[in-house]
C-alpha cells in the first residue's frame, strides 16, 4: 500500500518513522545563530552591533522551544518505532548525528554565560555528560565496525568529537580547567586524525553524494570552535594576551577552509533540497564567533568588518533554510523514506 492510499493516521505513523536524527542539525544551527547575533550584539550594550541584542534573546528563547519540541517528535519515535531509531544508530552517516543532541546542550550553556551562569551550569553538565557517552559508544563503533566503508566517510564524522572542543567554552568560565583540557585534547587530536582521513576519501575516492554536499561546511568548523576554546583554555582573552601561535594557526586555518568552501557554492546551489543543507548552518555560525573572538583580542577593524559580513551571510542563510524547509514540509517532502 502506498502513502496515498493510506489512512491519516497511517500516514502520520509513517511520518514519524521517518523523523530523522537529523533534524536536530536545524536545532544546532539555530543554536549557533542565537549565539552568533547574541555575541555580535554584545551584552550591556558592548558589543560590536548592540541592537542585536533584543533579537539574541528572542532567537535564543525560540530556539530552546524548537529543541523541545524535535526532542518531543523524537522521543515519540523512539517509543512507537524503535527498530526505526536502532537502523539509525547503524547506519554508517546517520550514527554520526545523535551526537548534535550533546552540541546543543553545549552551544545553549555558551548562551547562557552572560544570562544565568546557573542555567549555563546545568546545561554544560548535561551537555559535556551526554558527550562523554557519545564519543564513548561512538568511537566503539567506528572501531569495531563490520560494515563501514571509505566511502562512507564524509566531513559529518567529525560531529562526534567536535562537541568535546565546545566543552571548555563554557566549562573554563565554570572552572573545570581539567575537564575541559581534557575534552579539548580528545577533540583537537581526533579531528586531525579525521581530517586527514576526509582528505584521502575525497582526493583518491569517487565524490561525496549530492545529500551530503552540505557536510564540506563542516570542515571549517573543528579549527573555528578549536581556536575559540584554546583562547579560553591559554587565558588569551582573560589577559588581554592576544592570540598567540597555535591559536593564529587554528583561526586562520579555519578561514581558508572558508574561503575554499566558498568557491564550491555554484556547485552546492544546484543540489536538490535535503535536511543536510542545515549543515551549512552551524559551521558559518562557529566561524562568525571566532571572528568575533579575534576582533576581540586584536581589535582590528579587519576582524569587526569580516565578523559583521560572516554574520549577514549567516542570517541569509538561515532565511533561505527556514524558507526552503517550511516549503518541503508544506508539500510533504521529508519525514519521507531515504
Sequence with gaps: MNAKAMSPAGES???L???HITFFAIVLGMAGFSLAVQKVGGHDGKGIFPVLEVPATMLVYCTIGLFILVSLVYLAKAVKHPDAVSKEFNHPV?????????KVFLVLSVAYLDRDMQVSLYLWSIGTTLQFVASIVIISVWIRHTHFKIEHMTPGWFIPI???IIVPIAGVPHGFIEVSWFFFSVGIV??????TIVLYRMMFYSPIPDRLLPTL????????IGFIAY???AGLMAHGAGPDAFARILYYFSLFMFILILFKVQILAKINFYLSWWAYSFPLAAKTLATVVMFHMTADVLFKNLALFELGLLM???LILVAVTLKAIIKAEICVED
Design 13 to 15: 505513523s509513517l511520518r
Design 17 to 19: 518513522r521517518n523523523f
Design 94 to 102: 546517520k550514527v554520526n548525528f545523535f551526537p548534535l543532541i550533546a
Design 162 to 164: 567536535v562537541g568535546s
Design 190 to 195: 581526533f579531528w586531525m586524525a579525521l581530517f
Design 217 to 224: 561546511f563542516i570542515l571549517f568548523a573543528p579549527p573555528a
Design 231 to 233: 583562547a579560553k583554555l
Design 316 to 318: 541569509v542563510l538561515i
